[in-house]
Each structure stands twice: as structure tokens, then as C-alpha cells.
């Protein structure tokens, strides 16, 4: 039952937010909430020891000051901010929450691109038959960072500490 948790709360609350952040560029703060809320139920129930646990809480905690500084300057979303800082105290105070902030920023950075070019083309692509969101097109809106977020972690997650030792545990 843990290890069923460990591979499916994070990877669902990563897609939930990338999906709703495409959407309606914005991410719930439910779903924040429950990435948070559910580590604090799995880890302990699957063995984490407490430097690896009150480490992984410092590390959501330094994610959260970083981002909400990201935030203050209206350089990232509170969603965002949110959603990272849940999905770091997944990966701890390791390097595999280094991997996962890198590959964000490269995929984020990707996003930010093709943003760029569905803006430079708005013109052909509002007369196709592709749905894109109207919130695209808009010069001030953002880019949907959870989309971003989402696709690391989806890169990045199974490599991690805790979803091997879970799958360790299988065996």
C-alpha cells in the first residue's frame, strides 16, 4: 500500500497540475496540498528514517523561500512556488532534487520557446482547427510552469531515493 502511494501521489499531482496550469494557468492549491500533506502520511509509514525525513523538510523549506522570492519579484506563480516546494520534500535534500530543479529549469525553458512561437504565430493558428487556450496568445499572461514542473518530475522521479527503495521493497 506505501509503495503503491510512493508511485502514484506524486506523478498524479504533477500531471493534475500541468494539466489544470495549461488550462487555466493556474495550479489549485489543493493539489499542493495534498503532495505535501500525502509525504508526511507515506514517509514515515515506509521506513524513512528522521535525518532523511527533517532533511527533506529543510529542503522544501529552502525551495519555498527561493521560489517565494522568485514570486515576490513576479518572476514565478504561487502556484508554482507551491507545487515545487511539495514535490522537493519528495526528493529530499539530495542531488536527486538538484536533477529535478535543473531539469525543470530545462524543460521550463523549452516551454518558455514554444510559448514564444504559438505567440509569433497566433495569427495562423487562431484560424486553425488545433484548441489552443486564448490565454496563450495573451503577451503578459505567463507560461504555464506547471507543464514544466510536471515533465521533470516525470523524468526525474523514478531515479530518485525514494522510489527505488520502493520498488527495493517489492522484492
Known sequence: MVEAAIFIVLPLCLAIAAFTDILTMKIPN???IVLGLSFFVVAPLSGMDLATFGWSIVAALIVFAVCFALFAVNV???G???ILSAAALWYG???DLVVFL???GIYGGLLALVVLMLRANQNILLVSPVPIPMHFFKDRAGIPYGVAI???A???YPDSRIFIEAIGRLH
Do not use: I
Open 102 to 104: 535543473g531539469f525543470t
Open 150 to 152: 510536471g515533465a521533470a
Open 30 to 32: 489543493r493539489v499542493s
Open 154 to 156: 516525470f523524468s526525474t
Open 76 to 78: 514565478m506563480g504561487g
Open 80 to 82: 508554482d512556488a507551491k
Open 93 to 95: 535534500f539530495s542531488s
